[in-house]
């Protein structure tokens, strides 16, 4: 048995191509039919889960840095899409929640998201996506596991 790395076995790297692979074609729909980036369409999806969120509760729910979480909301705030209210609990920040025009644009394209889902995993059963979902939260666990 040999201790040599072969990068198309591991899975870490088999990880992160697929989910770049899935990513990009959901980017490029999402970008060709309503103008949104991959944050800027987990932005708008996150907030309307909760109604408003900060930017910081946005980057610990979605895993993004600060950097593209402030870009996608200062994007999506200028395109009218996301409103920036004051939060009484922490002064130092701002409470995002999605406009009218946002609201709109989510249950536009919520459906297609969903679609698009539905259109790349249809080569399994609800059985396997299930049982998928489940390691992929376990595997989650793990890596968030202090050594």
């Given at each position: 048995?040999?201790n040599r790395?072969q990068?198309?076995?591991f ?6 191509i697929?989910s770049?692979?899935?990513?990009d074609?959901i980017a490029h729909?999402?970008e060709?039919m309503?103008g ?8 708008v ?5 909760v109604d408003a ?6 980057g610990e729910r979605?895993r993004?840095d ?10 999506l705030?200028?395109r009218?899409l996301?409103?920036?209210?004051p ?5 130092r920040?701002h409470?995002?929640s999605l ?12 459906p297609?998201?969903?679609e698009?889902?539905?259109r790349?995993?249809a080569?399994?059963?609800?059985a396997e996506?299930?049982?998928f ?7 989650d666990?793990?890596?968030l596991?202090?050594?």
């Open positions: 048995m040999t790395l990068l198309d076995r899975l870490p790297y088999r990880l992160s697929t770049n692979l899935v990513s074609r729909a999402y060709s309503f949104l980036t991959i944050p800027e369409w987990r932005l999806a996150v907030i309307a889960e969120i900060t930017q910081a509760e946005i979605t993004m600060k950097v593209t979480v402030s870009r996608a909301a200062i994007a705030v200028g009218g996301l409103e920036r209210a939060n009484e609990s922490d002064k920040s409470l995002l406009s009218a025009a946002g609201r709109e644009l989510y249950a536009l394209v919520a297609k998201a969903l698009l889902e539905a790349v995993f080569r399994f059963t609800p996506l299930e049982a979902t489940t390691m992929l939260r376990r595997i666990a793990a890596a596991e202090e050594d």
